[in-house]
């Protein structure tokens, strides 16, 4: 009997896609506006996997015709100290786009800084007023890793309404927005976390399951139901015996890959989506400027 493998969902490709999409928008519009689009990035210490990821967005940024802003600060920091550079990255008419990578060091408040940067620039779509937005199903800036989960269903044409979706994972980066998307999509859907019981019978009915808990390989074939679309959020770094370092997501991918019909890879999945949907909301909060 020959053995089932699943599509795999290529965010690499369509991230591709969608940067070539925006260097074209960005071209039409630049003559009308009088400039690139500006993206700030402000990553505060030295966390290795941060700053490997601020390079990753500085090089899409590059390829597109994005302009960074992006400022390094020490460990020791202040709240003041970013919270002024962030009100002038606000009246900043270069910059489109403001983003804090997370993790901040513990001495910071994260929630009270996503709160300083205008509504308009907050291309992470963390801000309140923004996830407000989203909770009302009206237009605004999205965030970027469930927003990028979203389009890449789409573009594979998986049929989200009247599907149970489950999402593991309660943050407010990935796993509330994601839920709130998917609904939008008329899915019915379940959320879990790291308190839920009996896990395994819950993502067992899952037409969609999206984990995003940073458990490595949690998700093995026996909690997954043959032909579900599996997107693997998770990313975790871990170490083999010999001293080498690789990428793995939360779902064990040689398990799953014979249940699914449909599985992200980890890399290639989310990873370049989120860096795609982040030029995206640059580029919109860009094209607001014109009608402005």
Do not use: W
Not at 202 to 228: C, E, F, R, Y
Not at 243 to 271: C, E, H, M, W
């Amino acid at each position: 009997m020959e053995t089932k493998t699943a599509k795999l969902l290529d965010g690499k490709a369509l991230g591709l896609k969608i940067r070539e999409q925006l260097s074209t928008t960005i071209a039409q519009l630049q003559s009308k506006v009088g400039r690139a689009p500006g993206l700030a990035v402000l990553m505060v210490g030295d966390d290795a996997a941060s700053a490997a990821y601020v390079r990753n967005k500085e090089r899409a940024c590059n390829k597109v015709g994005i302009v960074s802003f992006n400022r390094h600060f020490p460990f020791a920091t202040s709240f003041s100290e970013l919270q002024d550079v962030i009100k002038g990255l606000n009246n900043d008419e270069r910059v489109d786009g403001i983003l804090v990578q997370l993790p901040l060091p513990p001495h910071l408040d994260s929630v009270a800084l996503l709160h300083e940067i205008a509504t308009d620039k907050d291309v992470d779509g963390l801000h309140p007023l923004n996830l407000g937005r989203l909770l009302r199903g009206e237009s605004g800036l999205r965030s970027c890793t469930p927003a990028g989960v979203m389009r890449l269903l789409k573009e594979y044409s998986i049929p989200l309404e009247g599907k149970q979706a489950v999402v593991l994972g309660r943050s407010i980066l990935v796993g509330k927005p994601m839920s709130l998307m998917l609904l939008e999509a008329n899915a019915t859907v379940t959320m879990a976390h790291s308190r839920t019981k009996n896990l395994q019978d819950i993502t067992k009915n899952a037409d969609i399951l999206v984990s995003a808990v940073g458990i490595p390989q949690l998700i093995t074939a026996d909690m997954v139901k043959d032909g579900a679309v599996v997107v693997d959020v998770g990313i975790n770094r871990i170490t083999d015996e010999n001293g080498k370092s690789r990428l793995i997501g939360d779902v064990n991918f040689d398990q799953v890959v014979t249940v699914a019909d449909y599985l992200t890879p980890v890399p290639g999945g989310i990873g370049p989506m989120t860096v795609a949907m982040l030029l995206q909301n640059t580029v919109y909060s860009y094209q607001s400027t014109v009608s402005c």
